[in-house]
């Protein structure tokens, strides 16, 4: 099971990303929302599920582990295949797809591409009571702050790329508080802007052991 990548883009279009990890290419759906977020030659770390079929292996990939987590109890749902949960994803956020299950409102799945009625009805049901209310967004006086959801993924992805927590967590706290960025991709290149070489984690490491 690939449950994650860490690499740079090498090559993105409107709903996926060719992530280059140790000189493999490995292509990747995603929302478009968030390919949006990529440039060529981006260092990006995605949590991924790997969809294994009879006559092929399809990677899809999120930002953060609460997306992963809706999006594998949306493939749960009967007649839910991966393509329709990304569709789900695509057009609805996660906060979105809680309240409307808790609701019982299959409205929002009706409306969008490629899930009808009956799969609508079936989301709200077959996922009551499943779903994790996620952290909202919140948004300090005078300017805007990222969630801190969206702090713990862009500290996670620098712990996966090397850094100790401290030091992800000092840095993500100084550019948190410096940028209105609001997208973990924003933040994870602001984040390692300041990192820089000087503190790179090898140097980090040798640095603490002297």
């Keep these: 099971m690939i449950s994650s990548l860490r690499g740079h883009v090498l090559h993105l279009d409107a709903e996926s990303v060719i992530v280059d990890v140790g000189g493999v290419g490995y292509a990747v759906a995603v929302t478009p929302q968030l390919a949006r977020e990529f440039h060529v030659g981006d260092e990006i770390v995605l949590h991924t599920n790997l969809v294994v079929r009879e006559d092929s292996l399809s990677l899809f990939g999120f930002q953060g582990r609460d997306e992963l987590s809706v999006f594998l109890h949306l493939l749960s749902v009967s007649g839910v295949g991966p393509k329709s949960a990304l569709g789900v994803l695509s057009s609805l956020t996660a906060d979105q797809i809680h309240d409307a299950?808790?609701?019982?409102?299959?409205?929002?799945?009706?409306?969008?591409?490629?899930?009808?009625?009956?799969?609508?009805?079936?989301?709200?049901?077959?996922?009551?009571?499943?779903?994790?209310?996620?952290?909202?967004?919140?948004a300090t006086?005078?300017?805007?702050?990222?969630?801190?959801?969206?702090?713990?993924?862009?500290?996670?992805?620098?712990i996966a790329l090397g850094w100790s927590e401290r030091v992800a967590t000092e840095v993500v706290d100084d550019v948190t508080a410096a940028s209105d960025a609001?997208?973990?991709p924003a933040l994870l290149k602001l984040a390692l802007a300041q990192?820089?070489?000087?503190?790179?984690?090898?140097?980090?490491?040798?640095?603490?052991?002297?």
């Design 141 to 158: 006086a005078g300017s805007a702050s990222a969630a801190p959801d969206l702090a713990r993924q862009v500290v996670e992805a620098l």
């Design 182 to 184: 609001a997208t973990v």
């Design 101 to 138: 299950v808790a609701a019982e409102d299959d409205a929002p799945f009706r409306r969008v591409s490629g899930i009808g009625p009956k799969t609508a009805k079936l989301i709200v049901v077959q996922l009551a009571g499943k779903l994790k209310a996620l952290p909202r967004a919140a």
């Design 195 to 210: 990192l820089g070489p000087a503190r790179s984690p090898k140097a980090t490491k040798e640095q603490s052991s002297v």
